[in-house]
């Protein structure tokens, strides 16, 4: 797999400086399209927040206003009636179980088939290349009938084991992707200190590979917490809903209560939003990595 | 699968203990992701086969066998086609709308200009953001009563061109493609960006002094440089766009009058709530049979790439 | 594909023992042991939750019977109905739209437990009047109990209506001429919003039973005698969804407008008429404190062959055929039509039941007693109720007529290719 050098290196920042042969007149353009682009994206999103501060009344009467006072009653009502409280636990045991679930199995699948000997290695990737190209669609109806006959529909267990077999593809070729690019005379050394194919894997060629890691967890981190339909088929009640799948059902219910549905679509983005500012730069690389790597 | 295969090597005949003890490391790393990978996957991927020659609906024991009915209905189902063209018209425009814009915007913060970190934050915004949230965000944009989008038109004088975004069939469509591609473009922009490090000034120094202006600097320098990434960006919107559910589902729901349709809303709707379980496992079928020769025209054309 | 049944429940048998081991270090679900508990999925998102909420809640007083409630949007509720009965996890009791397009389906499928004994243990039928537990019983089996009984028709602001000097149309030729009038006074005539569809049926219902007549309807609705190809069925397409269109009689865009939406403008006096259903009167009590609203039926064409309410049944409460406990089911569902939760469900929720109802005792709405009245005056003989047809009609037909109606707005469609269109469907589903 070819693999641009950037992707792996941190980009160099700061060389552009000294070529400054910018026009000024570029460099207004420039920035006139920058803050083009800034509104288009950030306009919506500081319309809705403004909006939960409003009574629906205000919304009709002055829809783009700021608001008169900030009141917090929206937000309050939509965190209570919205169970909101209860979506973002369930998202955070979903998020827990599955990125686990994806980075475990992943990594050590990864692992054999990167440097463990194998019969039928070839084979095997065929089959695992098929999950990347397979859409979920066409698996959902009899994976669905498959977790009745298990009894898990209704559980937890409903929407983490299929989300964490859906994503082994991906993962596991990420993974393999990594492992390849260690040395293998690393392995074969802890071989010869008397470490068994365990430890070797465990504390030799797993803690190398933690930049790898760290993308996979990134990407199953955003998938899992912002999933819609896998667990609109799957989880059937309420009390078991992710956040995304709440917000959904909360938007249905109080359709015409618009402070109200600003505030539950504030509420339900908000972690994301501030994970996000917190670990931007894990994020915008892991998805990079994620997109040229796999 | 894997006990049939013996490979005998300098000689030597392997036992079942050799084998294992030779592949046992193997099998063991590799047997809890194929054991659940064959159980929610494989077996599935083939339930869903065995499925589209059935007239099940869902409930109960699975329908009687119907042979290639199904796959007849089909290709007589207007429906299908309809939503095969929306889906045409999703991949083509929602890839390459993404593309341009992402490549601009990369284009315009590659030297790290000030505020570049703002800029990076808020065009990638959207794409930590689930689909739903989008959606919602989306709906009340084009909201006809009080939506941003239609308030602005009026706003500048351009009220003939306001209307139901998502409610008339000829805007419907393009109304939710442009939320996804706004959506999607925080992502191009960022793989453009790393990519845009490893694209030589020299060469973009050698052709200025050249005398090639900015479009052909562009055009013949940046871009073939860039040619990889475009790629696998090109394959990831493609394969994401025959497979187009959520945003789509939450805004319209493949309304109004199947205007917003697409292969995927049409076989939840099948499934779940016209119960035919059976009909739907065909269509979906139909999705998989278009990702993979999709997937496999990209690995043979990145194969040819590479080399 | 061999044997698919044996495969499944070989791998069946393999993964729940390997996921039994995985399951022991995980929280699963509790599914609850001592007090019994139902859960329960009800459409009651307006302002009649709290006392839902309240109903509910005494029931589990008297009884130590855990009631959970879950309350859906109507359309989410019908995405996902099927899966959640079907998963043997869903709901007990479900609150939904009876006919066979609804709640018709999750009955043959098996979904829902007939209720016929139950009827008998509590004396249900002698509670209900017959042409509700008509609408509630598929294939001669009773399977759902329904709370109300309603009438489609046009709400006018009555505030609006007299200071503008406006007298409320009785004909569609006298709508229309209402229709300059407001729009020139700024108003918007009569708010109608069809996204995602379902709107239209009830329109398209009020029409139909003028033009043909409810005998007739009804003929063709439950006897499958007669066609839908007619030019009465044609006409009743055009008047509403092309000619009051033209004559700029609605809001902009019906099609993107959602039901809220559209009601929302009612509310605040944007526009003067809304056509739509009894269910909203409570709806309006809550939100429109400083108007008058009075409710009529939909102006007739010409050529008709008379005013008629569409009439119907709208949700019911069924129970789900894989409930474990269906004894408690029936005891709730038995406790939300005893005299006293009626009592409530008219007068706080200003629902319209079917079934007596002693009001005196109660602080009736104008608007809620003129509703009132209609039905009394329908079960004297006094006057004939129509039909309203998506209840009555099968699911394809709902699904042709809804997208349907929603191309002719737009003008995609003629309303003769819809009529033939229904036609041809109507014919496959009575196969």
């Known amino acids: 797999m070819a693999t641009p050098a950037a992707a792996q290196e941190r980009p160099s920042y700061g060389t552009g400086g000294r070529r400054s042969r910018f026009r000024p007149g570029w460099s207004l353009m420039q920035y006139g399209l920058l803050t083009f682009f800034l509104l288009v994206f950030l306009v919506p999103f500081i319309w809705i927040w403004s909006s939960a501060f409003k009574e629906s009344r205000e919304i009709a009467r002055d829809p783009f206003g700021l608001p008169a006072t900030l009141r917090w009653d929206n937000l309050q009502e939509a965190w209570t009636t919205g169970q909101f409280d209860r979506y973002m636990g369930n998202t955070v045991i979903y998020c827990a179980a599955i990125v686990t679930g994806v980075v475990v199995l992943s990594c050590m699948a990864g692992y054999a088939l990167a440097l463990l000997p194998l019969p039928a290695r070839g084979p095997i990737l065929v089959v695992f290349l098929l999950g990347l190209m397979v859409p979920f669609q066409s698996v959902m109806i009899p994976i669905y009938y498959f977790l009745q006959d298990l009894n898990l529909l209704g559980t937890y267990w409903a929407f983490i084991i299929p989300g964490i077999a859906l994503r082994l593809s991906f993962g596991i070729f990420l993974m393999r992707g990594f492992f390849r690019g260690l040395p293998p005379e690393l392995a074969d050394a802890a071989r010869l200190d008397g470490a068994n194919e365990w430890q070797t894997f465990r504390q030799v060629m797993l803690p190398l590979s933690v930049p790898g890691i760290a993308t996979l967890v990134v990407l199953q981190f955003i998938n899992t917490w912002n999933a819609f339909l896998m667990p609109l088929v799957f989880v059937q009640r309420d009390e078991l809903r992710p956040v995304a799948l709440g917000t959904l059902f909360f938007f249905g219910r109080f359709t015409a209560d618009r402070g109200l549905i600003a505030a539950g679509v504030t509420i339900s983005m908000l972690p994301m939003i501030v994970i996000f500012l917190l670990l931007q730069r894990r994020f915008i690389e892991g998805i990079t990595a994620g997109a040229l790597k796999s | 699968m894997a006990q049939l295969v013996t490979q005998p090597r300098s000689g030597a005949r392997y036992g079942v203990g050799r084998h294992w003890s030779r592949y046992r490391a193997g099998y063991l790393f590799l047997a809890p992701s194929v054991i659940l990978y064959a159980m929610f996957m494989i077996y599935p991927f083939f339930q869903s086969i065995y499925l589209s020659f059935t007239d099940w609906n869902g409930v109960g024991e699975i329908g009687d066998f119907v042979g290639l009915q199904n796959y007849r209905e089909m290709i007589r189902d207007d429906l299908l086609w309809q939503s095969l063209g929306h889906n045409a018209i999703w991949v083509v425009l929602g890839t390459i709308g993404p593309l341009i814009l992402g490549l601009a915007l990369a284009m315009l913060l590659w030297r790290q200009p000030k505020g570049f970190t703002l800029f990076r934050t808020v065009y990638f915004l959207p794409q930590v953001l689930s689909p739903?949230?989008?959606?919602?965000?989306?709906?009340?944009?084009?909201?006809?009563?009080?939506?941003?989008?239609?308030?602005?038109?009026?706003?500048?004088?351009?009220?003939?061109?306001?209307?139901?975004?998502?409610?008339?069939?000829?805007?419907?469509?393009?109304?939710?493609?442009?939320?996804?591609i706004w959506a999607e473009t925080g992502f191009v922009f960022v793989v453009f960006l790393a990519g845009l490090q490893s694209v030589s000034?020299?060469?973009?120094?050698?052709?200025?002094?050249?005398?090639?202006?900015?479009?052909?600097?562009?055009?013949?320098?940046?871009?073939?440089?860039?040619?990889?990434?475009?790629?696998?960006?090109t394959a990831l919107l493609l394969i994401g766009g025959f497979s187009v559910f959520d945003i789509i589902f939450v805004m319209t729901g493949g309304g109004p009058n199947h205007s917003t349709e697409v292969i995927a809303t049409y076989t939840y709707t099948e499934a779940f709530v016209q119960n035919r379980a059976g009909y739907s496992a065909t269509l979906s079928l139909i999705l998989t049979v278009i990702s993979l020769v999709a997937s496999v025209v990209f690995i043979r054309f990145r194969e040819r790439g590479a080399q | 594909m061999k044997h698919p049944q044996r495969r499944r429940s070989l791998v069946g048998t393999i993964s729940a023992v390997l996921l039994l081991m995985v399951i022991s270090v995980f929280p699963v679900a509790t599914s609850a042991q001592e007090p019994v508990e139902l859960l329960i999925w009800d459409q009651f998102t307006g302002p009649e939750n709290e006392v839902v909420n309240d109903i509910y809640q005494q029931f589990t007083d008297r009884t130590d019977i855990e009631i959970v409630r879950e309350s859906f949007d109507t359309d989410q509720m019908r995405q996902t109905v099927n899966t959640a009965l079907s998963s043997g996890t869903g709901p007990d009791i479900i609150f939904y739209d009876a006919g066979p397009g609804y709640a018709?389906?999750?009955?043959?499928?098996?979904?829902?437990?007939?209720?016929?004994?139950?009827?008998?243990?509590?004396?249900?039928?002698?509670?209900?009047?017959?042409?509700?537990?008509?609408?509630?019983?598929?294939?001669?089996?009773?399977?759902?109990?329904?709370?109300?009984?309603?009438?489609?028709?046009?709400?006018?602001?009555?505030?609006?209506?007299?200071?503008?000097?406006?007298?409320?149309?009785?004909?569609?030729?006298?709508?229309?001429?209402?229709?300059?009038?407001?729009?020139?006074?700024?108003?918007?005539?009569?708010?109608?919003?069809?996204?995602?569809?379902?709107?239209?049926?009830?329109?398209?219902?009020?029409?139909?039973?003028?033009?043909?007549?409810?005998?007739?309807?009804?003929?063709?609705?439950?006897?499958?005698?007669?066609?839908?190809?007619?030019?009465?069925?044609?006409?009743?397409?055009?008047?509403?969804?092309?000619?009051?269109?033209?004559?700029?009689?609605?809001?902009?865009?019906?099609?993107?407008?959602?039901?809220?939406?559209?009601?929302?403008?009612?509310?605040?006096?944007?526009?003067?008429?809304?056509?739509?259903?009894?269910?909203l009167v409570g709806d309006i009590a809550e939100n429109m404190p400083d108007y008058e609203v009075g409710m009529i039926p939909f102006p007739t064409p010409t050529g008709a062959q008379g005013q008629y309410w569409p009439s119907g049944i709208g949700s019911a409460f069924f129970i789900s055929a894989s409930s474990p406990n269906p004894t408690e089911a029936g005891q709730f569902v038995d406790y939300l039509f005893s005299p006293e939760v009626a009592q409530r469900w008219v007068g706080e929720a200003n629902f319209t039941l079917?079934?007596?109802?002693?009001?005196?005792?109660?602080?009736?709405?104008?608007?809620?007693?003129?509703?009132?009245?209609?039905?009394?005056?329908?079960?004297?003989?006094?006057?004939?109720?129509?039909?309203?047809?998506?209840?009555?009609?099968?699911?394809?037909?709902?699904?042709?007529?809804?997208?349907?109606?929603?191309?002719?707005?737009?003008?995609?469609?003629?309303?003769?290719?819809?009529?033939?269109?229904?036609?041809?469907?109507?014919?496959?589903?009575?196969?």
Not at chain 2, 144 to 157: H, K, M, S, T, W
Not at chain 2, 160 to 169: A, M, P, V, Y
Not at chain 3, 104 to 123: K, S
Not at chain 3, 384 to 407: C, E, I, K, R, S
Request: with cysteine.
């Open chain 2, 132 to 180: 739903v949230i989008i959606a919602i965000v989306w709906g009340w944009v084009y909201n006809p009563v009080f939506g941003l989008l239609n308030e602005g038109l009026d706003a500048i004088g351009l009220e003939t061109i306001s209307r139901g975004w998502l409610g008339d069939s000829s805007t419907a469509l393009y109304a939710v493609l442009v939320a996804a």
């Open chain 2, 201 to 233: 000034r020299d060469l973009l120094e050698a052709a200025t002094l050249d005398g090639a202006n900015a479009w052909q600097r562009l055009k013949d320098v940046t871009i073939p440089q860039l040619s990889n990434v475009i790629t696998v960006i």
């Open chain 3, 104 to 279: 018709g389906v999750l009955a043959e499928a098996g979904l829902l437990l007939p209720l016929d004994e139950m009827a008998t243990q509590y004396g249900w039928r002698d509670r209900i009047i017959p042409s509700a537990i008509q609408g509630a019983t598929i294939d001669d089996q009773l399977y759902g109990m329904p709370l109300q009984i309603d009438l489609i028709g046009a709400y006018y602001n009555q505030t609006i209506f007299a200071e503008e000097g406006y007298t409320p149309p009785t004909t569609v030729e006298e709508l229309l001429a209402f229709c300059t009038q407001a729009s020139e006074a700024g108003y918007i005539p009569m708010a109608f919003g069809n996204n995602p569809g379902w709107q239209g049926f009830h329109q398209f219902s009020m029409l139909a039973n003028d033009m043909l007549g409810p005998d007739a309807l009804g003929q063709l609705l439950l006897e499958n005698e007669g066609t839908w190809d007619s030019p009465e069925i044609v006409s009743a397409i055009k008047t509403f969804f092309v000619d009051l269109q033209e004559a700029g009689c609605f809001n902009p865009d019906p099609n993107a407008l959602t039901y809220d939406d559209a009601n929302s403008l009612f509310y605040t006096g944007e526009a003067l008429m809304t056509p739509t259903g009894s269910w």
């Open chain 3, 354 to 431: 079917p079934m007596e109802v002693d009001t005196s005792t109660l602080q009736i709405s104008p608007l809620a007693q003129s509703v009132l009245d209609v039905l009394a005056s329908a079960s004297a003989g006094e006057i004939q109720l129509g039909y309203n047809v998506d209840v009555l009609a099968p699911a394809a037909f709902n699904d042709t007529l809804q997208n349907g109606l929603q191309a002719v707005l737009l003008g995609d469609m003629t309303p003769e290719q819809l009529a033939s269109e229904l036609q041809s469907t109507w014919e496959q589903t009575q196969l």
